[in-house]
């Protein structure tokens, strides 16, 4: 009996990540996720832009789990993940943070971290009360700690939400516009963040609006329209691509 030789889906499914296959979800008339794949790589940081409208939170949706797709499929760690539940997926690695903030309103900084890191189950560690003060103190929010999350500004809700997503302990972020909204030292103080994230080894896929914020620190950027990926590559190429500079920043090239 030998070795089973790699197929070369197996060697496929060892390199990524997370890959979506045709995904599709209408909401009536509206496809607002239209056949829609692609792939991230582990250690990879994906950038997705587009424009309002595109389906990117909705996209989002359907790999968190909180929507399940008319058609298409996911796969994670090349295990189909198509039909589990956000828990589930939780529980496999998927962290995922909201464009708008959703912490528990009434709970505090910290009991929305424990909150959190119960979720993630055995994956946030059995240390997870030391661990939660040192991710508090990384970002920031540790002397807010006992605030209620229904007081913090919104810089601070951008970081809890972040906050919230690591104590999970996941292998993949799924990054829903981190940074929109805050302003200039703030901006980099959250890429900063996300950077470091990356660092430690997890994977992460990137919505922001503010297409300049992300050029630096993604790997690969994909820019959605309509539901489905319209360019993808390296972030310089598809930068430089006339329907991108035209389309999706304007004719004067503005964001
Ligand atoms: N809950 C919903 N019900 C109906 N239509 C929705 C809903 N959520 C999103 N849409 C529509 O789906 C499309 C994609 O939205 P969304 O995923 O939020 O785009 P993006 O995040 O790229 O701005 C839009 O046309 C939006 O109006
Ligand atoms: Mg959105």
Redesign the pocket.
Known sequence: MGVRKRTQTDQTHMTERLSAHGLTLR??R?R??DDFSFSVKRGEILGII??????????F?LLSGSRKPDKGRVLFDGMDITHESPQRRCRLGIGRTH?VPRPFENMTVYENALVAAVNGGERSGRNARNDIHDLLDRFGLLSKKDVFARELSLVERKLLEIARCLATGPTLMLL?EPVAGVGGEDQDRIVRIVADVRDKGVTIVW?EHIITVMTEAVDRLLV?AQ?RELIGGPPERVMNTREVLEAYLGPEGEQ
């Open positions: 909401f009536g509206i607002a996720v587009g424009p309002n409208g595109a389906g990117k939170s909705t996209a949706d464009q829903d919505i959605m539901g």
